[in-house]
């Protein structure tokens, strides 16, 4: 089974995540104390097909910033232990989601490299008490802790809800199709030799 569990503390926030790749029947269990990245991080989970538990508790009394970045960098951890030497791997994966009148992408490459390109417009800085450039903090510091190249592009749309969650389901479905295990693929898919 390709699986992780990490703790991470600070002194601004306490995370322990556990994620298994390959379960059957996956569950999703997920307690961050931050109501709309909750929502986001179940549907990356349901989308990506993974078994996903997240509990996290952060200085939300300053704001949820901590709580986030700190958030994906242990999931961007736990990838990077769950997947190994990535033998047999897709390695690349990308998906467009739409959501009602918004269009997202998303495409990454499990690479070993880090990298982020994050372009989105957002029509106000706050969905309900979430702050929206925390979307692309959350991205950063789970790209590159995984060491994936990751792009996410919202293609357009109006509601700021709709666009964030189509990154999420895009995300969620691209990663999918990277993490499967391909019998043609022998050894690790790159030239040289090693992901």
Do not use: W
Request: aromatic share 8%; proline share 2%; charged share 25%.
């Amino acid at each position: 089974m390709r699986e992780a569990k990490l703790e991470r503390a600070t002194a601004e926030t306490k995370i322990v995540v556990s994620l298994a790749l390959d379960e059957e029947n996956p569950v999703c269990e997920i307690e961050t104390g931050v109501g709309f990245f909750d929502h986001m991080l179940t549907l990356f989970a349901r989308h990506s097909r993974i078994s996903f538990r997240c509990r996290a508790e952060g200085d939300l009394e300053v704001d949820s910033h901590h709580t986030v970045e700190d958030v994906g960098i242990v999931i961007g951890k736990c990838l990077k232990e769950a997947l190994g030497d990535k033998v047999g791997i897709n390695r690349y994966g990308h998906e467009y989601v739409p959501m009602d009148e918004s269009l997202g992408f998303v495409a990454l490459d499990l690479s070993g490299r880090s990298y982020l390109v994050f372009d989105a417009a957002f029509s106000s800085s706050k969905v309900g008490d979430f702050d929206i450039e925390l979307v692309e903090e959350f991205f950063q510091a789970l790209a590159f802790n995984a060491e994936m190249n990751l792009h996410l592009k919202v293609l357009y749309g109006k509601n700021n809800h709709h666009k964030i969650e189509a990154l999420f389901k895009a995300f969620g479905r691209a990663l999918r199709q990277a993490i499967e295990v391909n019998p043609a693929i022998k050894g690790v898919n790159s030239t040289k030799g090693v992901l």
